[in-house]
């Protein structure tokens, strides 16, 4: 029967209870168990499709075009089971649910509550995943931090959950905050203490506490804990902060013997383990200790400031980093303060420009300035989506001689609209979930630099986007030397440009940072990387 490990967080949020979440579902793929990881997000937003990066952070696009949390991303960074729409739940879907099934009468006359029905809906798609018969686990996230009034629906869910299941086949474990205080030179273990006392409240008391910490653990520590909360001394696991890569979790909580401890709780054995696996994590540390070139990479966007707004491609580049042995320091650079005048002593010090995706007009024309430096230094360029989009306007411009070249998206009256609405998107009237989303295929040009550096004629790569570049300038910008690397042929899409007389210029109107992984660096990225050095 599949095992349910349930994940909640206390005191604080932004524990890392997703890494955490990955983590534990690396461990157990280690052991030989088949994992899926799902989020439950309490907000009421559908999806976080439509909500800003400064809000949310980035929004992760799944193969099947779900736009998801951005945990879901670390999920796949760090299992291997790929996911779907189905691996993150959000309150507003699943009312979406239930008060569709109240319009069509499907209650027959009942009150509809949050318990039963939401919670029941709740519990429907949790256990959704059981239709595969060969998962072993199955990981639940809960979103936010236990106190939250919009949370309660999801404890309440996964509450009975636990009591329909038995302890033999689900467990909770808490995430929580053991605070240093400096003047007291002290780990503090109370705010714990009532973070369980009030998941105790809502029914639910924890099997293993997960404790995020800046010390040590002391033995006084855990077992303060361990008797407050209620817990097997062994269940009360130190989670240090990792000292040089988020990618080291899984082997600190193996010390700890995290994943044995849920094997005891469940009483089974590990299966065969996954040992080349675990040596090419191991070896990620290796090459971190040695590396043998060093690059400065340029992230050129205008949520610079936000560490979660572009979560997928920093981490990317630190996949690049592995794969090409290079230490990297990213310059995070906000577009709006990119003018011709500063271009040059703000990319002079950098060996590649990268200009993600984004949307509107703030910023662009600081992206197109940087990137027009780019092209005419020769300095590695990797452009994503708009970043893309900004890279022809910017060649229509200046090589092309189409001064007036801009996206309707941010010039709607633009005489040269070389980055166009899509024709499906002209009949577009809600937000949500209406961009040309998840995965498609692009055929790529064998001449080009993509098809040497993906070695596939075919590929296929995650989308999240509206506009796309005009097929009525392409033959005005191959003739000025822009090279159609890639196109969706069933649209007559344009997916990737290159500037074939630049070492190393591609914009990809796909998203590679959602397919890139530490153990498997996406190719682009690869390429990239060893293009700065
Ligand atoms: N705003 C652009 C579009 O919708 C680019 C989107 C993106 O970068 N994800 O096409």
């Known amino acids: 029967m599949t095992k349910y490990i349930f994940i909640t967080g206390g005191v604080v949020s932004s524990l890392g209870k997703g890494l955490t979440a990955a983590s534990v579902g690396h461990l157990l793929e280690l052991d030989g168990f088949k994992v899926a990881i799902l989020k439950a997000d309490p907000y009421l937003n559908i999806d976080p499709g439509t909500m800003s990066p400064f809000q949310h952070g980035e929004v992760y696009v799944t193969t099947d075009g779900a736009e998801t949390d951005l945990d879901l991303g670390h999920y796949e960074r760090f299992t291997s089971e790929p996911l779907s729409q189905t691996n993150n739940i959000t309150a507003g879907s699943i009312y979406n649910t239930v008060l569709s099934q109240e319009r069509r009468g499907d209650f027959l006359g009942a009150t509809v509550q949050v318990i039963p029905h939401i919670t029941n809906e709740i519990n429907r798609r ?6 595969d018969s060969s998962l072993d686990f199955v990981i639940v996230e809960i979103g936010g931090t236990v106190g939250d009034i919009e949370g309660l629906p999801f404890l309440e869910s996964i509450r009975q959950l636990r009591n329909t299941l038995g302890p033999k086949n689900s467990l909770h474990m808490h995430v929580t905050l053991i605070p240093y205080i400096k003047a007291a030179e002290e780990l503090k273990t109370k705010p714990t203490q009532h973070s369980v006392e009030k998941l105790r409240g809502i029914g639910i008391q924890p099997d293993i506490i997960v404790c995020r910490t800046e010390k040590n653990l002391t033995e006084e520590i ?8 209620n817990v097997d001394h062994d269940s009360v696991i130190e989670e240090i902060d990792v000292p040089h890569s988020i990618y080291e979790l899984p082997l600190f909580l193996k010390k700890e013997k995290l994943d044995q401890i849920i094997l005891k709780k469940f009483d089974i054995t590990s299966k065969t383990r996954n040992l080349p696996l675990e040596k090419k994590w191991q070896n990620l540390f290796e090459i971190i200790k040695s590396p043998e070139h060093y690059s400065k990479i340029a992230v050129l966007g205008k949520y610079i400031d ?11 580049i630190v996949h690049a980093g592995f794969s090409n042995r290079t230490k990297i320091e990213i310059v995070r650079i906000d577009s709006e303060t990119v003018t011709s005048s500063n271009v040059s002593e703000i990319l002079s010090s950098v060996q590649g420009l990268l200009v993600p995706g984004g949307f509107g007009n703030r910023g662009i024309e600081g992206k197109i300035t940087a990137i027009q430096y780019a092209r005419e230094n020769a300095l590695p360029f990797l452009g994503i989506c708009l970043g893309m989009q900004c890279a022809t306007i910017e060649f229509a411009r200046n090589v092309c001689g189409l001064e007036m070249a801009n996206s309707v998206e941010v010039d709607p009256q633009t005489s040269h609209p070389i980055i166009t609405l899509m024709p499906k998107q002209h009949t577009v009237t809600q937000m949500g979930k209406t961009m040309r989303l998840g995965s498609y295929s692009c055929d790529l040009d064998p001449k080009s630099l993509s098809y ?19 097929n009525d300038y392409l033959p005005q910008l191959k003739e000025s030397g822009l090279r159609i690397a890639g196109i969706n042929s069933l649209n007559n899409l344009v997916e990737i440009i290159e500037i ?5 210029f591609i914009g990809v109107q796909f998203h590679p940072e959602f397919q890139s992984k530490p153990i498997k660096t996406h190719p682009l990225f690869d390429s990239f990387i060893s293009a700065t050095h």
């Open 126 to 131: 949790i256990r959704s995943f059981e239709a």
């Open 222 to 229: 855990k077992n303060k804990i361990s008797l407050f909360c």
């Open 306 to 316: 936000l560490q979660d707004a572009y979560k997928s491609i920093y981490e990317s």
């Open 452 to 470: 040497k550096i993906y070695q596939e004629s075919v590929i296929n790569e995650r989308h999240r986007h509206r506009y796309e570049v005009n």
């Open 500 to 504: 074939p007389d630049h070492p190393w």
